[in-house]
């Protein structure tokens, strides 16, 4: 089953409100309310593209570790998985997906880590409860994402919601201002260059891991 099959396998139970989710209509009116107006924005399309310099960072991974992308790309390409939360599902099974195919990242040579605004403790967090062998690195304010052209605020009414969910980004994050990033995914070269990149304002769609696998392969016979 693809990761998208996956994905949509739980929105369907979700939606549904089959037990444990048992979702009021509301809430789900509420939520498509909030991805189409992200989608109608444009924001998606005002992200970076493949052909685009990709901003360098330097940010910390659970441990406190200085992660700085300079260093992981004169080892190889990056793959680079923005990550919303610890309390995303669709989240959590994307990394889930991206860590069956870090072998197949690794053999050709490249790295690969998430990158989130939560803090330290909810990655640490993260790693665990889904097996990673990669790091997510904290983005304090989301400012990385910015950058990236993914950071986006959450409308009040929404806001609301996930605050009915105990879904407190504040206390996620360390941070008061209700943004998240767009879910997106960049596979970049040694020079700095995005050689491909996914970017979805919808966040119950992914693509596979499988998709990029044959851009790091090009980057490796270019290398």
């Known amino acids: 089953m693809s990761l998208q099959d996956r994905l949509d396998a739980f929105k369907a139970d979700f939606e549904a409100g089959k037990p444990p989710y048992e979702t009021r209509p509301a809430v789900i009116e509420t939520m498509h309310r909030a991805t189409a107006e992200l989608i109608a924005s444009g924001a998606a399309g005002r992200a970076l593209k493949a052909g685009d310099k990709a901003p360098a960072f330097i940010l910390n991974d659970p441990e406190g570790n200085a992660v700085s992308s300079a260093d992981l790309l004169a080892k190889g390409p990056l793959v680079l998985s923005f990550y919303r939360g610890v309390w995303c599902p669709y989240c959590n099974m994307d990394l889930q997906a991206l860590q069956a195919a870090l072998p197949a990242v690794q053999n050709l040579g490249a ?21 990673l062998g990669f790091p997510i690195l904290s983005d304090p304010h989301n400012d990385v994402a910015a950058a990236f052209g993914l950071r986006f605020e959450l409308p009040d009414y929404l806001v609301e919601l996930y605050k009915g969910f105990k879904n407190d980004l504040p206390t996620f994050n360390g941070d008061p201002s209700w943004t998240l990033p767009m879910p997106a995914r960049f596979v970049i070269g040694q020079d700095g260059t995005i050689l491909y990149a996914e970017v979805n304002p919808d966040y119950t769609r992914r693509p596979d891991p499988e998709e990029m696998l044959p851009v790091l392969r090009g980057a490796l016979v270019k290398a």
């Open 111 to 131: 790295s690969l880590v998430a990158i989130s605004p939560q803090n330290a403790p909810n990655s640490r967090k993260s790693v665990r409860q889904n097996g």
